[in-house]
């Protein structure tokens, strides 16, 4: 079955470092998304792709970064940890556009100490 | 600026009751409209989508959707919940504006008394 995977699934780090957090799809669509999720704020839009060598920045991008060398893949970068990127970030795909379905992977839990 | 509002952080229903989360937006034209569902410790699944067309939706796991247009809602409903159904329900709303945006509620978490 077609699946989106996300790994880490957890991730400590620290203030400063470079991260980066995987997104696999196995769906071929070729709209990729990133969000976090922090408590009162529901989901925000980070990053998006609508194809290979495309990159589009979301409401809340800065400090991220994302690049799409193939359909598959989608990671996010984060390229100095701040404590306030401490978040739960879900990777999403989906056949078409915002007005699409997306499917969603199970999440990667940061904390940022 | 345009908005979607849960009103409810928390909703608390015995099994077998019936259930109706709120969601209210704020755009002077009709958007897309979305209901997803967050067990815990996962990600979000479609429970239903409303475009156009007959404003009572049916969606999955026997939940159902009214848009009423008057009062800017898309109010999620199930007329028995089961344990299985508590989770965080979240609200999407697709502006068809210059912006082409996705916006989403807070969320409603659903807590199910026994």
């Known amino acids: 079955d077609a699946e989106i995977t996300q790994s880490p699934r957890h991730k400590i780090t620290e203030t400063g470092r470079q991260v980066t957090l995987a997104c696999h799809q196995t769906w071929n669509h070729n709209n990729m998304f990133w969000y976090r999720q922090d408590l009162g704020h529901g989901l925000r839009l980070i990053h998006y792709s609508y194809g290979v060598q495309d990159t589009n920045k979301g409401e809340v991008s800065d400090g991220y970064s994302v690049s799409r060398s193939n359909t598959e893949d989608l990671p996010l970068t984060l390229e100095s940890a701040a404590s306030s990127q401490t978040s739960v970030y879900f990777c999403?795909?989906?056949?078409?556009?915002?007005?699409?379905?997306?499917?969603f992977g199970p999440g990667t839990r940061l904390t940022v100490l | 600026a345009q908005s979607v509002t849960q009103p409810d952080i928390h909703i608390t229903v015995s099994e077998g009751a019936s259930l109706e989360l709120r969601c209210n937006y704020s755009?002077?034209?009709?958007?897309?409209l979305f209901w997803y569902v967050q067990s815990p410790g996962q990600g979000l699944q479609l429970l239903l989508k409303?475009?156009?067309?007959d404003t009572l939706v049916q969606g999955i796991k026997g939940f159902e959707a009214e848009f009423k247009r008057s009062q800017s809602s898309f109010n999620l409903r199930k007329p028995s919940v089961h344990w299985s159904d508590a989770a965080e329900y979240f609200c999407?709303?697709?502006?068809?504006?210059?912006?082409?945006?996705?916006?989403w509620g807070a969320g409603t978490k659903l807590i199910i008394k026994p």
């Open positions: 409303y475009f156009s067309g």
């Open positions: 999403a795909s989906s056949v078409g556009g915002l007005t699409d379905t997306q499917y």
């Open positions: 999407a709303v697709v502006l068809m504006d210059s912006n082409y945006q996705l916006i």
């Open positions: 755009y002077g034209a009709t958007p897309y």
